[in-house]
Nanobody, 124 residues
Framework: QVQLVESGGGLVQAGGSLRLSCAPSGRTSRRYAMGWFRQAPGKEREFVAA????????YYADSVKGRFTISRDNAKNTVYLQMNSLKPEDTAVYYCAADPNVRDYYSAVSYDYWGQGTQVTVSS
């Protein structure tokens, strides 16, 4: 079992930045692909970004390309989502996800492990 704990959410003005962190615990000896998803009120959960277990491949939703960056620090066993130039439409609960065998990085069903979510609110 892997437990994921997100942190770093909060309230920011449009144009500002936030960095989310996701720290897995438990069976972390395995290598996991990591993803970030978000869910706004009344909307379905949507893909934001993902990172292969090696860190060599990254994937982004078109809506965040050029503004968000996913990265991992293996020494700290932590995955980050750096969010710049935030927009009000980025407001959502952001979830960290992990899986050792991701087939479709863009699909939520590919990930077995999920964090509890962290709220990001961008004011206009």
């Amino acid at each position: 079992q892997v437990q994921l704990v997100e942190s770093g959410g909060g309230l920011v003005q449009a144009g500002g930045s936030l960095r989310l962190s996701c720290a897995p615990s438990g069976r972390t000896s395995r290598r996991y692909a990591m993803g970030w998803f978000r869910q706004a009120p009344g909307k379905e959960r949507e893909f934001v970004a993902a990172l292969s277990w090696s860190g060599g491949n990254t994937y982004y939703a078109d809506s965040v390309k050029g503004r968000f960056t996913i990265s991992r620090d293996n020494a700290k066993n932590t995955v980050y989502l750096q969010m710049n130039s935030l927009k009000p439409e980025d407001t959502a609960v952001y979830y960290c996800a992990a899986d050792p065998n991701v087939r479709d990085y863009y699909s939520a069903v590919s990930y077995d492990y999920w964090g509890q979510g962290t709220q990001v609110t961008v004011s206009s």
